[in-house]
């Protein structure tokens, strides 16, 4: 099929380049932000191509409705949101952008790390108060600390590379063989669990790491030790991290995602009464939390949209 007889949907908004550039390669684009998810599956079939970030799940019942499309391109790293294995086997191909906001995971990890183990937040919120508490607020050194990493795909490797700026050993863990490299060294769960003072999650959210870190998992852990989850919110029990982080099993946690986020990541499931353990996370001076922004800067916004236009037109033999 050649791209000007291909029609695209685009049901979320993004980086306007993605719209331009594949107009000037002769795709036809629409745009529907708006309707709801049983209103596009009433046209779907008339487009070859979806392009989505989270706004609802592309399930079964709208894949079969999907009768002429050739893609689904998420613009973003993972494919959660997609029935992958029954978009597959209807000769779908799946198109996402991983490598589009790595650099920003990476990036954001570190700073919330370096502001948990300097207490960053916490003083600047007690100067704010007039409280000058210098003992109070002494920090720790990444120098000489293990840093353990599941996962270690394009976030965990981002990660990895800008920790080389410090005197560290960084270890990790995947499901995958022979994936470490000079900047991360792969053991088992078992040997990173022994010596890990610092662990960050670099993973899907999968049936496999659903709920993964809980009250066992943690405790599996030799050390006291720094949380960071810049991957997905339910891919933790945040009931026993609180758990953890009250009995300084985990000396503080940096968390940009939430297991009470909805499907679409726009919205926190929160609605009259708020989980006893977000409550906690809320108040405690060791928990730093931001709106699942880690990969959310200016810079991947653009990447995202360049690497989806770039697949998309490659597909199709441009």
């Known amino acids: 099929m050649k791209s000007?007889?291909?029609?695209i949907l685009h049901i979320d908004s993004n980086h306007p380049l993605l719209w331009e550039q594949l107009e000037q390669a002769g795709f036809h684009n629409e745009a529907d932000f708006t309707s709801s998810k049983s209103?596009?599956?009433a046209k779907i079939h008339n487009y070859h191509g979806v392009v989505i970030r989270s706004r609802f799940k592309i399930d079964r019942e709208f894949i079969d409705k999907a009768t002429n499309l050739k893609f689904i391109a998420r613009v973003g790293a993972g494919l959660e949101s997609i029935d992958c294995d029954y978009a597959k086997g209807k000769n779908i191909q799946l198109i996402a952008a991983p490598e589009g906001n790595r650099n920003a995971v990476g990036e954001h990890a570190i700073g919330m790390l370096l502001s948990l183990m300097n207490k960053l937040n916490r003083a600047d919120k007690l100067v704010r108060e007039g409280k000058w508490i210098r003992e109070g607020n002494r920090g720790y050194e990444l120098e000489g600390k293990t840093i353990g990493l599941i996962g270690y795909g394009n976030m965990g490797k981002s990660f990895a590379k800008k920790l080389r700026g410090f005197d560290v050993e960084v270890l990790c863990y995947d499901i995958l063989p022979d994936v470490g490299d000079e900047n991360a060294r792969q053991v088992s769960l078992q040997e990173l669990q022994q010596k890990s003072d610092v662990l960050s999650l670099h993973i899907p959210w999968t049936p496999e790491t659903d709920k993964m870190?809980?009250?066992n998992f943690i405790n599996a852990f030799a050390?006291?030790?720094?949380?960071?989850?810049?991957?997905?919110g339910k891919n933790v029990v945040t009931d026993d991290l609180v758990t953890a982080l009250q009995s300084e099993k985990i000396i503080g946690a940096g968390l940009d995602v939430l297991e009470y986020e909805k499907l679409s990541f726009e919205n926190l499931f929160i609605e009259s009464e708020k989980p006893k353990a977000f409550e906690y996370l809320l108040q405690a001076?060791?928990?730093i939390l931001t709106p699942h922004i880690a990969g959310w800067t200016f810079e991947s916004h653009q990447k995202l949209a360049q690497i989806i236009v770039d697949k998309i037109k490659k597909l199709f033999g441009q």
């Not at 000007?4 to 029609?7: C, I, M, Q, S, V």
């Not at 050390?223 to 991957?231: D, E, L, Q, R, Y």
């Open 4 to 7: 000007r007889y291909t029609k």
């Open 39 to 41: 209103e596009i599956e």
């Open 213 to 215: 870190v809980n009250t």
């Open 223 to 232: 050390k006291p030790f720094w949380f960071i989850n810049t991957s997905r």
């Open 285 to 287: 001076e060791n928990v």
